[in-house]
């Protein structure tokens, strides 16, 4: 189960970033951003660039997909035992 972590408020931004109060309240009501503002946001929000350009839905699911995708391929996945033997018979 994954931990919830407290909110990100403007406040936070302002002094983790060291953002003036106008370009963190522009960000954060979509008025105002760039390439170097997003770079600097998204690490700090524990998300990919591009998420953030995205509905939050749709880059849940994006998240998601990858997740389970990369659980079918590791070693540790519920037939990942029974994949390997069938890759070795057809070798």
């Not at 350009?53 to 990942?80: F, N, Q, T």
Request: charged share 25%; glycine share 2%; aromatic share 4%.
């Amino acid at each position: 189960m994954e931990q919830s972590l407290p909110p990100k408020r403007q406040t936070d931004m302002v002094r983790d970033l060291n953002w003036s109060k106008a370009v963190a309240s522009a960000v954060h009501n979509g008025q105002q951003y760039t390439q170097t503002l997003i770079d600097q946001l998204a690490p700090w929000l524990n998300v990919k660039p591009w998420e953030l350009l995205m509905p939050p839905k749709e880059a849940m699911a994006i998240r998601a997909l990858r997740k389970s995708a990369a659980e079918i391929v590791s070693s540790d996945a519920p037939g990942a035992e029974a994949r390997e033997q069938t890759t070795r018979r057809r070798a």
